[in-house]
């Protein structure tokens, strides 16, 4: 209908010119020229005159509806071309990076076990006394195995992950997360709340890999809270899709870092990598979903996790 707006207009100009010329007749004004009653000449004439007038405010219109919907879809196809473009780019990175990664993981994780396995023997022999020796034979182990973390969480990032998707409960993908969590939890004397009902659906992913998401939001919550802080695991049916949060009652992730936050090697830490969310994303990006940090409510942060909900029953995680 909308390709005919023109003559729809050109109609609609014609009606108006004939309603116009009865209205006129109606209160006795006619139309005479050398004593002939013209009226209906007139109603043609005003009535082509309008209808030419709709026709090009119809052209008119349907030109520039034209224009935004050509406009709307190169703008559309320049995205996508650009989103391409930088999935290739990231390719390209992502590849060269796995190369590197390799290359480290086996030129140092050997020389690496081989310093862990001496420290851990010279602290074994060491005098029971020298406590000094203990101390910096327990700092070469704790920053050997910090090393160890660094190089996996380059290989995590650098390798695509796969996925062996199925369907599975968000409630226990929190149970399998917090078991993991526990311990820490408890060090850190962190309080949790869950909010999972049973109307939420499973979710079609990879509960290994889902559960490594969450087990690490769970450890960047513990570590941005003080004893006593608490963190809120929260899972609930969003349209055709289930949503997984983790609130903390931290400090928060300000506005301006919510989206550099998931940037490969951007860390506010002093001691980070600023590969753990980036790992994240890629995973939670391979399920076809979404992750996504903002502002929990009272403060602090909360991320969600956006997952495709599964059409089929929940097999056990």
Avoid at 34 to 59: E, Q
Avoid at 128 to 138: I, L, V, Y
């Amino acid at each position: 209908m909308r390709r005919h707006l023109r003559f729809t207009l050109a109609g609609a100009g014609v009606a108006l010119a004939l309603v116009d010329t009865a209205t006129l007749a109606a209160f006795g004004i006619t139309f005479a020229m050398n004593g002939r009653d013209v009226t209906m000449l007139v109603a043609a004439f005003f009535g082509s005159s309008f209808a030419l007038l709709g026709y090009l405010i119809g052209a008119l219109i349907e030109s520039r509806r034209r224009d935004r919907e050509a406009a709307a879809v190169i703008r559309e196809q320049v995205e996508t071309i650009s989103a391409a473009r930088a999935r290739l780019v990231q390719s390209e990175k992502l590849a060269a990076l796995g190369q590197l990664a390799t290359a480290i993981a086996h030129e140092v994780r050997n020389p690496l076990a081989v310093i862990r396995s001496s420290a851990q023997g010279l602290s074994e022999s060491a005098a029971p006394g020298d406590h000094e020796a203990q101390r910096a034979c327990a700092f070469i182990t704790a920053e050997i195995d910090r090393l160890s973390n660094v190089i996996s969480a380059l290989l995590a990032f650098a390798r695509p992950p796969q996925l062996s998707p199925r369907p599975v409960a968000a409630r226990a993908l929190f149970d399998r997360a917090l078991l993991l969590a526990a311990d820490d939890l408890a060090d850190a004397g962190v309080h949790v709340e869950r909010r999972d009902g049973e109307d939420v659906p499973p979710v079609r992913a990879d509960p290994d890999l889902v559960c490594q998401v969450l087990l690490g939001l769970l450890s960047n919550a513990t570590a941005a809270l003080e004893p006593g802080g608490e963190i809120a695991l929260e899972a609930h049916r969003a349209d055709d899709a289930v949503e997984l949060a983790v609130a903390d009652s931290g400090p928060g992730v300000a506005p301006e870092l919510r989206q550099r936050v998931f940037e490969p090697f951007f860390t506010t830490r002093p001691r980070g990598t600023g590969l753990g969310l980036a790992v994240a994303r890629q995973i939670v990006e391979a399920h076809g979903g979404r992750i996504e940090v903002g502002e929990r409510a009272g403060g602090g942060a909360r991320f969600v996790i956006r997952l495709p909900a599964a059409s089929e029953p929940a097999i056990a995680a």
